[in-house]
């Protein structure tokens, strides 16, 4: 049986609340410490500059277009982000490209926040709260490209179920859908709810990038 683990709300400063009841997949998915979760928010969209808001999205001015810096010193251009509202919890995500263009594809992982976000073309269409891995198993850090797309992949290593598998590693990293549960971990995977990972591998292709923040202590307000 897991540790027991408070009850976490995954704070997400504007996604409309999206519990997803995931089936019980086998995964590599095991009991994490409660001192190794943390409380997650989302990317802080008001501090990217000005913008307009607009329904579920907020958009920034093509001559104010605010930037993320990645791992290798590079940044990337940010058009829109999701417009975030309510909490999220585990197994919570959000997916709309409703008037997004086609463009290159790009994901940005914040273990601090265990919050995983995909770009296209510099807009935000799609978040997710993730598991990922602590203790023995870390998950890697640092600037990856998808190695490898895999929709019944299995783990030879575990055993175990990883659909919609998309490779980081030679090791074997990837993000990939799994029963998102409070109080869990991984073996260093990525895991995502199982429906948001269906709609990440048909967004995604082999040698788009993927940038994994590391997990850092949340500052505590005063």
């Known amino acids: 049986m897991p540790d027991a683990v408070k009850s976490l709300t995954l704070i997400a400063a504007g996604f409309v609340t999206a519990l997803l009841l995931a089936p019980s997949w086998q995964d590599d998915a095991r009991s994490a410490p409660a001192s190794q979760i943390t409380k ?4 802080p969209a008001r501090e990217l500059g000005p913008a307009q808001l607009s329904g579920v999205r907020i958009w920034y001015g093509a001559h104010n277009y605010p930037t993320l810096a990645l791992p290798d010193g590079r940044r ?3 058009r829109s982000v999701l417009n975030i509202t309510k909490p999220m919890q585990f197994g919570g995500f959000v997916w709309d490209e409703d008037r997004i263009p086609q463009g290159p594809v790009w994901v940005r992982i914040d273990l601090t926040r265990q919050l995983l976000s995909v770009f296209r073309g510099g807009h935000e269409i799609g978040s997710a709260v993730i598991l990922y891995g602590t203790d023995g198993k870390p ?5 990856f490209t998808i190695l490898q797309k895999d929709a019944k992949h299995v783990s030879r290593s575990y055993d175990a179920a990883m659909p919609y598998m998309l490779r980081l590693t030679e090791d074997g990293v990837a993000i990939h859908g799994s029963n998102v549960r409070q109080g869990y971990a991984t073996h260093g995977c990525i895991g995502v709810p199982i429906d948001f ?3 990440l591998f048909g ?3 082999k040698g788009d990038p993927v940038v994994i923040l590391p997990a850092q202590a949340l500052a505590k307000k005063a």
């Open 40 to 43: 997650p928010a989302a990317i």
């Open 197 to 199: 990972a269906k709609l």
């Open 203 to 205: 967004a995604a292709k």
């Open 139 to 143: 998950t890697p850090t640092g600037s």
């Open 76 to 78: 990337e251009v940010v």
